[in-house]
């Protein structure tokens, strides 16, 4: 195996300047740093990442606490992550935390005992433990997809990157009204996230803004589960005057709701209509075809990778919450006509 000492014999460089292109601790001359990096590529040198640690501190690694393996939504923003980590030169270490307020303490604190240069989680419903971890320690991170509060209320210190919630959702509810609906039930998410609350907010304003009375009854809780959406559905479906459309507030609820319409002997969008929140890749695939809101899953993944590396590069620099517009995908499910389909580009908050 290759050693420093052959790659500076190979460069004509002292070890002294092979580290400093390793670890990137002086700067060198570009030709300079060229020939290193051809001795390291003809010799096939592989750096000893524990040792590079030990000498700038860092481990050029990220830590990743998803639910990706329960939500398929996280799924695209992990491969966001993992693209713009790795053209930057760093590596993942990927928890799942469940949505569980204390399993996501534990898989944090593993996270930041294998020395991660920096977090990015999306935070539970509960999240107090966790953020009094990563603010004890003073580990830098970045909230994703769901925010606790805004620099700007003073409710949290931390770098911030979601989707736009409010304004789609409220388009969703707007458009089903604009179709003559008047009765629009809400399969909203698990209580305590952020995109719970403001897609409820969305919904209520999508009433006011069609003229509609908001009624407690057409919103019933599905948690952000398939299951619970299920059930969320069927009992919607109960009511003494049933709504005549649905939102599902996420891909995960939107699978529930389908199953739950079948199961009534429903068809979409003949006996109801039906819009979702969150795209996904084969909801173009469905008879009919989902209207649906699309997150920029993977510019969301990406986009919070960029915020990290800047906090890593200045940690003192004020918290800040980014948020990326949304698409409105119009098809069929809403029982607008194929022929009067088209795709309008959301705007950011």
Request: proline content about 6%.
């Amino acid at each position: 195996m290759a050693t420093m000492t052959d790659v500076a014999r190979r460069a004509g460089v002292s070890v002294a300047t092979v580290s400093h292109v390793l670890n990137e601790t002086r700067p060198v001359l570009p030709h300079t740093r060229q020939a290193v990096l051809d001795a390291m590529e003809e010799l096939g040198y592989t750096p000893n990442t524990l040792a590079r640690s030990l000498v700038t501190s860092r481990t050029r690694s990220i830590g990743l606490a998803v639910s990706a393996i329960s939500n398929p939504y996280f799924t695209e923003i992990l491969q966001g992550v993992e693209t713009a980590a790795l053209e930057h030169g760093y590596g993942l270490l990927i928890a799942d935390p469940h949505d569980d307020p204390e399993h996501e303490r534990k898989v944090v604190q593993l996270l930041h005992e294998r020395r991660v240069d920096g977090m990015i989680v999306a935070p539970s419903a509960d999240p107090r433990e966790l953020l009094a971890y990563l603010g004890r320690h003073k580990v830098p991170t970045v909230l994703l997809d769901r925010v606790v509060g805004t620099p700007a209320d003073g409710a949290t210190g931390f770098d911030q990157v979601c989707a736009d919630s409010a304004e789609p959702m409220a388009q969703l509810v707007t458009h089903l009204a604009g179709l003559g609906h008047r009765r629009i039930g809400l399969v909203a998410g698990l209580p305590g996230l952020s995109t719970t609350s403001e897609r409820l907010t969305g919904y209520r304003d999508g009433l006011v803004a069609a003229g509609l009375a908001y009624d407690d009854g057409l919103v019933v809780h599905g948690n952000s589960e398939s299951p619970g959406a299920e059930q969320a559905t069927a009992t919607l479906l109960s009511l003494t005057e049933p709504p005549t459309a649905l939102v599902t507030a996420n891909n995960a609820m939107t699978m529930g709701a389908l199953r739950s319409l079948r199961d009534h002997g429903l068809s979409v969008p003949d006996d109801i209509a039906l819009c979702c929140f969150d795209d996904f890749a084969w909801a173009d695939l469905f008879s009919p075809r989902l209207t649906a809101i699309a997150q920029p899953s993977r510019d969301i993944g990406a986009q919070a990778v960029s915020v990290l590396l800047d906090r890593l590069a200045s940690p003192d620099r004020p918290a800040r919450t980014v948020r990326l517009p949304c698409d409105f995908v119009h098809r069929t499910s809403c029982g607008c006509p194929e022929q009067s389909l088209m795709s309008v580009k959301g705007t950011a908050s």
